[in-house]
């Protein structure tokens, strides 16, 4: 398993973020608990989901001390705003679901069918789209029409290749790296 140091390197590296910027978001994280913290002497040992909970606060537009807040709320987003409290559990819940599934295919499974999608974190509404081929799955928060634009100025937004994200996974859980 990869250090939260390696994982910042990577994420930096592979997806372009600003490396203080990402070590901050990681610093961030890590003080409110979404990442580990790991132990005296020891690195933390980061799992895929930390990753993307990495991405996603590098990502987002919110001040250092609303990172974990904002990443918690952009995956809990629910496809198309919809209310899945009753619906069968094979189906993806939650924004940070799919981000999960999609980090484990790219890890565990045959990441060349995500090299072409495209994962979109909307800063001034709250949205993650992700672009699969012609099909674009839209993650809101409950309740909001997903199909809409929802402000009167422009769309601020961050796109992640999906080739450099499967990139960057690869170099932290792939075969050098314990599973």
């Known amino acids: 398993m990869p250090s939260t140091l390696e994982a910042v390197d990577a994420v930096a590296r592979h997806l372009g973020f600003d490396p203080h910027r990402a070590k901050a978001v990681a610093r961030s994280l890590t003080e409110d608990g979404a990442l580990p913290a790991g132990a005296p002497g020891r690195s933390p040992e980061l799992k895929p989901n930390h990753v ?8 987002v537009d919110a001040p250092l001390r609303a990172i974990a807040p904002a990443v918690g709320h952009y ?34 499974g045959d990441s060349d069918v995500l090299r072409h999608d495209l994962i979109e974190v909307v800063a001034n509404w709250g949205e993650i789209a992700i672009q699969t081929g012609d099909v674009v799955s839209r993650f809101v928060p409950a309740g909001t029409l997903a199909a809409h634009w929802r402000d009167s100025g422009h769309r601020r937004s961050v796109t992640i290749n999906g080739a450099a994200l499967v990139d960057c996974l690869h170099s932290l859980f792939g075969e050098t790296h314990d599973r």
Do not use: F, K, Q
Request: with cysteine; glycine share 12%; aromatic share 4%.
């Open 52 to 59: 993307i909970d990495l991405v996603l606060g590098c990502a």
């Open 75 to 108: 995956r809990a987003m629910l496809p198309g705003g919809a209310n899945l409290d009753t619906a069968p559990a094979g189906i993806v819940r939650t924004a940070g679901d799919a981000l999960d599934i999609w980090a484990d295919v790219a890890i565990y």
